[in-house]
């Protein structure tokens, strides 16, 4: 186990990954291009991405489901031979329903390669290294965002639709390629359990009724959605429209977003690793910590200054790894036979509450101007608070249902002999430890 082929293994599989989430986003990128090709005005060309992200929500419980029974690797196959064929699809489109139907595929391909390369994981590193993986694995495939917005975009610019979208479709055929010849299940082959229909219901059951992986589902859906919303939509025209800071500042501050996700990545990591017992803290710590920033900038009177939105921006980009640790608590409250169902329920939520507020904003913005309170621009600083604020609710929501399921997880937990310690007394025994250490110290100076 975490040998060589262990990381050529695991590395692969986040290739894949990364693949996928440049299919995922590559759409996004061609805004201006598919306006042109489609004939198709903002709202025609929402419905792709919307369709998107649906079909890869509505397919994580199937996914998490079929990675138990049929295993990680056909799975990672099949998603990149599914975005491979969307990519071709989107390519030759002429239509904004032949588009739509690629976008679909892809959706669906996209859905397939996650939880399957965390299915991986378990079978191929001892227990403790897992959290950091968990994060390296988001961390990395985030990239994949990089490679659509920069050289994606460029052969876009240069050689055009078909060519770009073909090429991208190119890529996940590797993705294909590398599956075959290097992606196995697990180090030696396992005799799979045959599994009836009857026996799959029992274990998404078991899986739903068991309070971990509810905490992992609630704590997912309260931090990831704050980030993706701004990356994905909102937060660019929020910024230069609104807050009028400049398109470079705002680059800049989105730069800021993927680095601080990648630093902070393998330190919550670790932190999981150590402080397995205050996971759901540090996601609650975070949920607060982007109320907060968000509370402030909406606050601010006129624009907000820039370290304010500099703030913000940290404090969502935390958002990101800080949903991680979701699947940390699928793993460890389930067997590893559920942990693909368990790992599937978990990421719904956080792609459920991006849509809600995704489209809840938008919603807001269009009433806002309709009654005429945004003057003649849609994206008029105080509306666009407004708007922005409909995340606080939903923040609110989650952390309301993170601390009610974590009660029941905790009652749990005590029945079987672990005991939570409440925050006050540990940080009290902390303090208490380190006034000893130092007046030891002090002491042994004295007679020295
Ligand atoms: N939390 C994300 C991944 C992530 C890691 N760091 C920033 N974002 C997640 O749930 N990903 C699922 C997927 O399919 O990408």
């Known amino acids: 186990m975490g040998g060589r082929r262990a990381w050529v293994v695991w590395g692969t599989g986040v290739v894949a990954y990364l693949i996928a989430v440049t299919q995922r986003t590559s759409f996004g990128v061609a805004g201006l291009e598919a306006t042109e090709r489609y004939s198709a005005g903002a709202s025609a060309l929402s419905i792709f991405t919307v369709v998107q992200l649906l079909v890869y929500a509505a397919l994580q419980i199937p996914v998490g489901v079929l990675v138990d029974r049929v ?36 959706g669906a391909g996209d859905a397939l390669t996650f939880i399957s390369v965390l299915r991986l994981l378990p079978a191929w590193f001892e227990s403790r290294r897992i959290p950091v993986l968990t994060q390296l694995t988001g961390i990395i495939g985030q990239l994949g965002q990089v490679v659509s917005v920069v050289p994606f ?30 992606i196995r299940d697990a180090p030696q082959r396992q005799p799979r359990a045959k599994t009836g229909l009857r026996q799959t219901g029992i274990s998404l059951a078991q899986a739903w009724r068991q309070p971990g992986t509810r905490l992992g589902l609630w704590s997912h859906f309260t931090v990831q959605f704050p980030g993706t919303v701004f990356v994905l939509i909102w937060g660019y025209p929020y910024l230069v429209r609104a807050e009028g800071v400049d398109p470079v500042g705002a680059s800049a501050l989105m730069t800021l977003f993927v680095a601080v996700g990648i630093v902070s990545g393998p330190m919550l990591g670790l932190y999981v690793s150590r402080h397995p017992l205050r996971r759901s803290t540090m996601v609650l710590a975070i949920a ?152 030891e110290g002090t002491n042994e100076g004295n007679s020295a």
């Open 153 to 182: 975009a460029a052969l876009l610019g240069a050689a055009g639709w078909s060519t770009a979208f073909l090429s991208a479709a190119g890529l996940s055929a590797l993705a294909v390629v590398l599956a075959v010849a290097v």
């Open 71 to 106: 295993g990680p690797r056909l799975l990672i196959l099949a998603g990149a031979v599914l975005m491979a064929l969307g990519q071709v699809q989107l390519a030759l489109s002429e239509t904004v329903g032949a588009g739509i139907a690629g976008r679909l595929l892809v």
């Open 288 to 439: 607060s910590g982007i109320a907060g920033c968000w509370l402030a900038v909406l606050l601010a009177s006129g624009p907000a200054p820039l370290w304010l939105l500099t703030l913000l921006i940290v404090a969502l980009a935390l958002g990101g790894p800080g949903s991680m640790i979701a699947f940390d608590f699928a793993r460890t409250f389930n067997p590893s036979s559920r942990m693909g169902t368990a790992t599937g329920i978990v990421n719904i939520g956080g792609f459920v509450a991006s849509l809600v507020a995704m489209y809840g904003i938008g919603v807001i913005l269009d009433v806002l101007y309709a009654r005429g309170l945004s003057g003649d621009d849609l994206y008029a600083l105080g509306s666009f608070r407004i708007a922005m604020a409909f995340q606080l609710v939903i923040l609110a929501a989650g952390a309301a249902a993170i601390l009610i399921v974590r009660r029941t997880v905790r009652r749990r937990m005590a029945e079987q002999g672990v005991v939570v310690p409440p925050l006050r007394e540990v940080l009290a025994r902390e303090r208490a430890r380190r006034r000893a250490a130092r007046s």
